[in-house]
């Protein structure tokens, strides 16, 4: 069956495809699967990431859904990032791609001649 526009629009492929598609978004999903984390700890894990990337990221990802944003009415204000129980699904993926990830960068290095072997 050819893949039409129509097709695309409501295929899952293409939502998790928009979801992942950030820059930071596996990586970001990737540490909150983990834990909890308040912005500046997020932050010091991206040492090349701006704080209005992070920032727009972060919203993205909670607009999806993925991430929840929990805000503690205190002073000084605090702000804490978990996955929500859709994000945590995506956990098993991200270690698949991650496995992926690995075997290829060691098919990059091997000679020529052994990958056509």
Known sequence: MPYTNEILEVCGFTSAQKILSGKWSMLII?????????????????????????????????????VERTVYSQIPPKVEYALSDIGMQLKPILDSVMLWGETYKKHQTQPASATKA
């Open 30 to 66: 990737l540490f909150l699967s983990e834990k909890t984390m308040r912005f500046n700890e997020i932050q010091r894990l991206f040492p090349d990431i701006t704080h209005a990337t992070l920032t727009k990221q972060l919203r993205i990802l909670e607009g999806y859904g993925i």
